[in-house]
């Protein structure tokens, strides 16, 4: 299942034309929140190693086990900061088990692919991953 | 028109300095009618975040490439493209990019290709362009169609197959351009990211490892034609005489060498091998080489 904020955005991509994609995805680098002063020092992120640009995440899980998400990435990669902005928007707030059950491939559906080569977009599925790996580490014992 | 080239003394020393151009010679030439700039880079959207006043994008993957065979596109979709970037044949295109050029380079072999007479690089790309504070627009440029002829691509000069690379083992220098760890064959497959799809690591037989990012300055400029001679020459023992094949994973990384060992130093007749390690790393029964383990001919009847 794709957590429903998520699925909008998806829906959005996809209903929208070839030429927009790009566009929106750019809306979404651009719309990117900054990092709270809490974590001014980067030390405190966790660097995402297989991304090919530094990219920074953090992961915060309240008491009603819902997640926050933070990330960071430099303005000169905005394709990476185009996807943490689409899964900041679509992924904060939701819970942990709606966070764990969103699909690896939840992206199929945006038509990205025409406009972004496959190895690139993984990136994406990487960041995904990544999240998930946290959010369990977090939750564990 | 022709337009002339850079005279700067340091792109003087190369084999072939019309093909690159610094930063203030384009400054110059962003108004000149014989002269279309495209952007080329690893990174889709940094076009659109800002790039050099009226140049055009050359999106790798949606232009160059073709969308359903692993190939480029084809002598039709060529001429449509550069049609549609208002680039004539006689046009001097000078293509820049993100990330040292790499893409710029793979575009710019691209329209070699198709035996484009006049494409140059913007030494120092993207990064240095900006660095030295130079402006930027988000405007697109919206060009009018030129007439570009349906020309012929040749796919033997300048571009390797597989069986090509095959028959070359042995006979000539084969330089693999990616990183220390892929061709060592340690870097195979990290979590979450299996590395743009390979089965094996490793490296062809009898190739050396120069890491297509020696030939460049911190500042995304190539380095001096001394600098790329010990490199090339004195360190891998290039000479005129050697049928050179440069590789990596897809063939980008390896347009950029392409480019230095053509443009900047004057070997004749290297070629790229863009399928790369991609398709080698996948295909079945070629020979790999991997630290430790000896290369083993084809085992088997019918080889």
Excluded at chain 2, 204 to 214: F, L, M, S, Y
Excluded at chain 2, 265 to 273: A, D, H, K, Q, S
Excluded at chain 2, 275 to 294: D, K, L
Aim: glycine share 8%; hydrophobic share 40%; charged share 25%.
């Amino acid at each position: 299942m794709i957590p429903a904020p998520l699925a909008e955005i998806v829906e959005d991509f996809a209903a929208s034309p070839r030429e927009m994609r790009l566009q929106m995805l750019l809306g979404y680098a651009q719309g990117l929140p900054d990092l709270p002063d809490r974590y001014a020092d980067q030390d405190a992120l966790e660097r995402v190693q297989e991304c090919q640009t530094p990219f920074f995440l953090a992961v915060e899980i309240d008491d009603d086990r819902r997640v926050s998400l933070f990330f960071d990435a430099p303005p000169e990669a905005p394709t990476t900061r185009g996807y943490a902005g689409i899964l900041a928007e679509g992924l904060d707030g939701a819970t942990v088990d709606e966070v764990l059950a969103t699909p690896p491939d939840f992206f199929t559906g945006m038509g990205l692919a025409e406009l972004i080569s496959p190895l690139r977009l993984r990136g994406m599925s990487a960041i995904l991953a990544h999240i998930k790996r946290r959010v369990v580490e977090l939750t564990a014992g | 028109m022709s337009v002339t080239g850079d005279p700067d003394p340091k792109l003087a020393e190369y084999a072939h300095p019309e093909r690159l151009v610094t930063t203030s010679w384009l400054a110059e030439h962003l108004d000149d009618p014989n002269v279309v700039v495209a952007e080329s880079d690893e990174d889709v959207l940094l076009y659109d975040t800002g790039h050099i006043p009226g140049a055009v994008k050359l999106d790798w993957h949606a232009d160059l490439n073709d969308q359903v065979a692993r190939d480029y596109v084809d002598p039709e979709g060529f001429a449509e493209l550069m049609s549609r970037r208002g680039i004539g044949r006689d046009t001097t295109i000078v293509v820049y990019g993100d990330n040292f050029n790499w893409w710029a380079a793979y575009a710019l072999w691209v329209c070699s290709l198709f035996g484009h007479p006049d494409v140059r690089l913007l030494d120092g790309g993207r990064q240095k362009w900006i660095d030295e504070g130079r402006p930027l627009t988000t405007e697109v440029p919206t060009p009018a169609p030129a007439d570009y002829p349906v020309v012929p691509r040749d796919d033997r000069t300048i571009r390797a197959f597989k069986d090509d690379v095959l028959a070359h083992l042995g006979e000539g220098p084969l330089v693999d351009v990616r990183s220390p760890g892929e061709f060592s064959g340690e870097l195979t497959h990290m979590p979450d990211y299996p590395q743009e799809g390979t089965l094996r690591a490793g490296h062809i037989p009898t190739a050396k490892n120069v890491p297509w990012r020696r030939a460049a300055n911190d500042d995304g400029s190539f380095r001096s034609l001394a600098e790329l001679q010990a490199i090339y020459r004195d360190e891998l023992g290039i000479t005129d005489r050697d049928r050179v094949i440069a590789y990596c994973r897809i063939g980008e990384r390896s347009s950029h060498t392409w480019f230095v060992l053509t443009h900047l130093l004057g070997v004749p007749g290297v070629r790229n091998y863009d399928g790369s390690w991609c398709e080698w790393g996948n295909a079945v029964r070629v020979p790999i080489e991997r630290p430790g383990h000896p290369v083993r001919p084809p085992g088997g009847v019918g080889a």
